[in-house]
C-alpha cells in the first residue's frame, strides 16, 4: 500500500510540474520541431531532400525523447537534493524505489509532447514531399526499448548525482555525444567501425533507431534485421543498461545514506 500510493504520488507530482511549465514545453515543442528541419536542410544543402526527411525524423524522435526524459529525471532529482526533500522522504516508510519509478514513469510522459511534435512536424514535411509515412506495428518493440534503455541511464545519473552532487554537465555532453555518435543523424553503419561498436554497446537509443530504420524504410521484420546485432540485442542492451543503473544507483545510495550527504549540496 505504501509503494502504490508513494509511486502514484510522484507520477502525479511529475504531470502537475508538467502542466505548471507548459510554457517552457510549448517553446520546446516549436524548437525542437525547428531544430529538426534546420538539420535537414543543412544535410541537404539548403534542402528538404525526400531521402533525408525519414531517417533523420526516426533518429530525431528518439534523440528529443531521451533528452526530455534523462533531464527531467536528473533535474527533478537534484531540485530535490537542493531543497532537502529528497532527504525527508528517507525518514518515511516510502521505499525509494517507488520515488524512482514514479519519477521514470512521469518523465517518459513527459517527453512525449515535444517527441510527437517533432514525429508531426516530419509527417508533415514528408507528406508535403508526396510521400507517405510508413507504419508497422513492428516498431513498437524498438520503440519500448528506446524507453527501457533511457530509464536505466537516468537511473546511472541519478545514482551519480547522490555522490557526486555537480554533474550537470555530463547530461549535456551525453546529449551531444548520442547526437554526434549514436546514429541519430548519420546511420551507424556509414561511421567508422570502432564508433559504431561503442555506439551500438553503450548508447541507449542506437539500436532501437536502427531497427526503427530497418522496419519502417526497409520493410525488414524484427526477425531478420539486416543491420546493427538483430533483435536478440535490441532486447538485451536496455535491459542490461536498466540493470547496470538499478545496482549502480542502489549501491550510491547507500554510499550516500552511509556518509549522511543525501540532503548536502
Known amino acids: 500500500m505504501t509503494f502504490g500510493r508513494g509511486f502514484a504520488a510522484e507520477v502525479r507530482k511529475g504531470l502537475l510540474n508538467l502542466a ?20 535537414v536542410l543543412f544535410m541537404g544543402r539548403g534542402q528538404l531532400r525526400s531521402d533525408l526527411l525519414l531517417p533523420v525524423l526516426l533518429g530525431m524522435v ?9 533531464n527531467r529525471v536528473f533535474w527533478s532529482y537534484l531540485g530535490d537534493i537542493q531543497s532537502g526533500v529528497l532527504e525527508q522522504t528517507y525518514l518515511t516508510p516510502l521505499p525509494s524505489a517507488a520515488l524512482i519509478l514514479g519519477r521514470q514513469v512521469a518523465a517518459v510522459i513527459s517527453a512525449l509532447p515535444t517527441a510527437l511534435a517533432v514525429l508531426t512536424t516530419g509527417a508533415v514535411a514528408v507528406t508535403l514531399q508526396g510521400r507517405q509515412v510508413p507504419f508497422d506495428a513492428q516498431v513498437i518493440v524498438p520503440l519500448a526499448a528506446i524507453a527501457l534503455g533511457t530509464c536505466g541511464l537516468a537511473l546511472i545519473l541519478c545514482g551519480l548525482t547522490l555522490v557526486f552532487k555537480r554533474i550537470e554537465i555530463i547530461t549535456q555532453l551525453s546529449v551531444a555525444v548520442y547526437a554526434i555518435a549514436g546514429g541519430t543523424l548519420v546511420p551507424l553503419a556509414a561511421m567508422p567501425d570502432p564508433i559504431a561498436f561503442l555506439s551500438r554497446l553503450l548508447v541507449p537509443i542506437a539500436p532501437g533507431i536502427e531497427a526503427m530504420r530497418d522496419i519502417l524504410l526497409g520493410g525488414h521484420s524484427l526477425a531478420a534485421l539486416p543491420t546493427g546485432w538483430g533483435l536478440g540485442w535490441l532486447v538485451t542492451q536496455p535491459l542490461l543498461i536498466t540493470t547496470v543503473g538499478v545496482v549502480l544507483f542502489n549501491g550510491l545510495e547507500n554510499l550516500a545514506r552511509h556518509r549522511g550527504t543525501l540532503g548536502r549540496y
Open 62 to 70: 528518439a534523440l528529443t525523447f531521451i533528452h526530455e526524459q534523462v
Open 20 to 39: 505548471a511549465g507548459w510554457r517552457q514545453v510549448l517553446i520546446q515543442m516549436i524548437t525542437f520541431p525547428l531544430f529538426y528541419l534546420l538539420i
